[in-house]
């Protein structure tokens, strides 16, 4: 598995070849079914979304995390990650 930060990203494409890819990845069929909201606490909004799509190439899911009180704290009141994963 390979972790890469996102120095290396902003390093590495430019808005032009993102935006290329992007379009080329989009233009195929893929299946991106609803998005999964679980609710982390009975008595808050904090919660974990789900969001996986996949084609005949990559299996994506992108994960958030959403904890609205953070802000009262100075924190970040959502994160996320995103997996990618070769279909073949």
Request: with cysteine; glycine share 6%.
């Amino acid at each position: 598995m390979k972790t890469i930060e996102s120095e290396c990203i902003s390093q590495s494409l430019t808005m032009t070849s993102l935006i290329a890819a992007m379009r080329q990845t989009y233009a195929k069929p893929a299946s991106v079914p609803q998005r999964q909201v679980l609710p982390l606490s009975a008595d808050s909004h904090d919660a974990l979304a789900l969001l996986p799509a996949w084609n005949d190439e990559l299996i994506a899911v992108k994960t958030f995390t959403y904890f609205p009180g953070n802000g009262e704290q100075g924190k970040d009141c959502v994160g996320f990650s995103t997996v990618g994963i070769s279909a073949q």
